[in-house]
């Protein structure tokens, strides 16, 4: 099993449609999680981050983390064709050994 | 504010060639790192230095030194490049170790012939 996982996609959503990315993570003791948007060609850049059980809200962007089922969630609400980016789920180790594990991506293509 | 800035933006290099690619932060993180990014693979992280004066290996270290010159600057060596090492790399700062955000730098793509 990988560590995180995530569909590479592409995941193809309609302009206005709610966006929905998904990542599910092995290391039971992980406390926080973060979500990353890379455009083509450029670096990734911090969407959302989450440390709680539950839902975190910031304007069109609402990340969902369940601990006991391993999964943390993004979704994202009114699509926009410049939300089209792969989307990196990334989940710190819990452990002794300081390392941050990136998903591979979800590719999101919004439709106008 | 720059942020992170990386110096080359692109470069080519022979096999058994060797480079220093440049990494520089101005938001007084004490962490950095480098990652390469390969398709279908995500990002790996290469090495990270924790703070000022200490520097560790992550999970694809073999082939690369690193020196944390001082708290902004943290730079990646290719001894002897290696087309394997074909690649774009990134690096990243944070406030603590892991943590906490990172910003990357706009990276580097590197063609190893």
């Known amino acids: 099993q990988k560590e995180v996982e995530q569909n590479s996609g592409p995941l193809s959503v309609p302009e206005g449609a709610i966006a929905s990315l998904n990542c599910t993570y092995s290391?039971?003791?992980?406390?926080?999680f973060f979500w990353y948007r890379q455009y083509s060609g450029k670096s990734p850049e911090l969407i959302m981050s989450i440390y709680s059980n539950g839902d975190k809200e910031d304007g069109r962007f609402t990340a969902q983390l369940n601990k006991a089922s391993q999964y943390v969630s993004l979704l994202i609400r009114d699509s926009q064709p410049s939300d089209s980016a792969t989307y990196l789920c990334?989940?710190?180790?819990?452990?002794?050994?300081?390392?941050?594990?990136f998903g591979t991506g979800t590719k999101l293509q919004v439709i106008p | 504010n720059a942020g992170v800035t990386q110096t080359p933006k692109f470069q080519v290099l022979k096999t058994g060639q060797s480079m220093t690619l440049q990494c520089a932060q101005d938001?007084?993180?004490?962490?950095m790192y480098w990652y390469r990014q390969d398709p279908g693979m995500g990002l790996r992280l290469i090495y990270y230095?924790?703070?000022?004066?200490?520097?560790d290996k992550g999970e694809v270290p073999n082939g690369y030194n690193v020196s944390r010159l001082n708290k902004r600057e943290f730079s990646l060596r290719l001894e002897s490049a290696a087309p394997s090492q074909t690649s774009v790399y990134f690096c990243?700062?944070?406030?603590?170790?892991?943590?906490?955000?990172?910003?990357f730098g706009p990276g580097t793509r590197l063609t190893v012939l």
């Open positions: 290391d039971r003791g992980s406390q926080s």
């Open positions: 230095s924790a703070s000022e004066g200490t520097t």
């Open positions: 938001m007084n993180h004490n962490s």
């Open positions: 990334a989940v710190p180790h819990s452990g002794g050994y300081q390392k941050v594990t």
């Open positions: 990243a700062s944070s406030e603590v170790l892991v943590t906490d955000t990172q910003y």
